[in-house]
């Protein structure tokens, strides 16, 4: 079924799609996108906006625009965010979207498995952005409004070249935050564990395992591996390095040894260590939604004899 074979499929005189934009980055507001479509419209190339080039998402910007029967994009602040935590300020620009259409629908698909609590019969669909053509729409309209209020806020706040990373927590972002520390458009409670980690005092432990991470990082980028995140900490863990190529996103998880021994690094991870890197790929794969296949990885580092890597592919699927 495709996504317009989909929104047929629900069997209502006014459906409505809604999809957010912005919930996970380290800095700016949150967006949220309401769209209504004409019964029988086809758009080509209508897609999940994060699968989508940038230029492909403004073209169908355009298009969506000029075609929806009508559609609103709202936004709730950082200041709302700080208030609210970042669910209930989403929900609140979801709510000020379909608000602020010039039609009630008959049903609204929300991307996702909660009800943000609109004044209209909703329907949650997980993944509803690669199944709905109205949540695409609205996930398109929220993303593309997003990315262009970001590059007005790096107009205002240079330093942080904001226009590269949109605000997510990139190792560009974190170097800036290193250099000029917090501004008014960051959120302050999203930064906690930067400030943790920030006023940790090193110890030789710590130190030898930057260094092993440091290594698997050339490791992989001789291998042709772009490193996309280091150190992505959520409330169930921290992933030590994720990196792509064209096929795989690998979330890596480092294990770093001064000496051989017969007992392997491997071992260290844990049924319940394993299940929470899993959980905190997963809060990454919802903010950085990818086509890209995911993978679990483990490096084992032996810094004797100028260090030995033995790097394992697929180290969680079960024997």
Not at 297 to 316: K, P, W
Request: aromatic share 10%; hydrophobic share 35%; glycine share 6%.
């Amino acid at each position: 079924m495709d996504l317009f074979e989909f929104d047929a499929s629900q069997y209502c005189s006014v459906l409505c799609g809604v999809d957010e934009a912005g919930r996970g980055p380290l800095a700016g507001d949150v967006y949220a996108a309401a769209v209504i479509l004409p019964k029988d419209i086809i758009i080509e190339g209508l897609n999940d906006s994060k699968k989508l080039s940038e230029k492909k998402r403004e073209a169908l910007y355009d298009e969506i625009t000029k075609k929806a029967l009508t559609y609103c994009v709202a936004t709730a602040s950082v200041a709302e965010i700080e208030k609210y935590n970042i669910l209930n300020a989403t929900f609140l620009a979801m709510q000020r979207a379909v608000s602020g259409l010039k039609i009630t629908p008959e049903l609204v698909l929300v991307d996702g498995n909660k009800n943000p609590k609109l004044n209209v019969h909703t329907k949650c669909v997980v993944k509803g952005d690669g199944k709905s053509a109205s949540i695409a729409a609205a996930s398109i309209l929220a993303k593309v409004e997003r990315d262009r209020y970001m590059k007005k806020v790096a107009e205002k706040y240079p330093e942080y070249q904001f226009e590269k990373h949109k605000g997510y927590g990139t190792k560009l972002h974190y170097e800036m935050l290193d250099k000029y520390g917090e501004s008014d458009v960051h959120r302050h409670s999203y930064l906690k564990s930067y400030y943790a980690r920030k006023n940790e005092t090193p110890s030789p432990q710590k130190d030898t395992g930057k260094h092993g991470e440091d290594m698997v990082c050339e490791y992989l980028v001789n291998k042709g591996y772009e490193i996309v995140e280091r150190n992505f900490s959520r409330l169930y863990g921290e992933i030590d390095i994720i990196a792509k190529n064209d096929n795989v996103i690998a979330f890596v998880e480092v294990k770093t040894r001064t000496k051989k021994s017969d007992y392997k690094a491997v071992l260290a991870v844990t049924k319940s260590k394993k299940d929470k890197l899993i959980k905190t790929a997963k809060l990454y794969l919802q903010d950085n939604k990818t086509t890209l296949q995911p993978r679990f990885d483990v490096a084992e580092v032996y810094l004797e004899d100028n260090g030995d890597i033995n790097y394992i592919e697929n180290a969680f699927v079960e024997d």
